[in-house]
């Protein structure tokens, strides 16, 4: 598979895992775990450094949403670009898990704090820090298992 396939379909389990990590979102804001995700708390930052002053909310709202889309995407697509190696469905939601983990930390313990969207989380007083991760090994585990199925031969 050349790694212009590998892309493709990585972006696709990446759009299917942002699409699963939201509604878990939606689950955990309903549960009143989370009141504003990362995306949320990007577009935040970017208002406060006037960047997005003459904006309605409705525009805000859907930058936010491009935003997380668009940061998934491009998270399955490099995903797909480095799995070369493939196994079962059971492996490759593991696999997809762990990268999604990598994925969430790489942004909360780098450019989310350095653009000073938020501490990191080792800084962060409340458990709720977990809640990212759990949606992140969601998220990854859909992208293992969309990927699984988008790479398999003769599918």
Known sequence: MTA???????????AAGTLVL?????????????????????VDRAEELGLVDDWSP????????????????GAGTALGLLRRKR????????????????????????????????SPPWEQQSAKVLL??????VYGATWGLINWRLTRRGA
């Open 132 to 137: 990212p991760v759990i949606d992140h090994a």
């Open 87 to 118: 196994g079962g469905a059971a492996p490759e939601a593991a696999v997809g898990s762990a990268m999604g983990v990598l994925v969430w930390g790489a942004g909360w313990s780098s450019w989310l704090p350095l653009s000073g969207v938020h």
């Open 22 to 42: 939201s509604g878990l979102r939606e689950a955990f804001a309903r549960m009143g775990l989370v009141f504003e995700t990362a995306p949320m708390q990007v």
């Open 58 to 73: 409705r525009a805000l709202r859907l930058l936010t949403l491009v935003a997380h889309v668009a940061y998934g995407v």
């Open 4 to 14: 212009k396939e590998r892309a493709l379909k990585g972006a696709v389990g990446g």
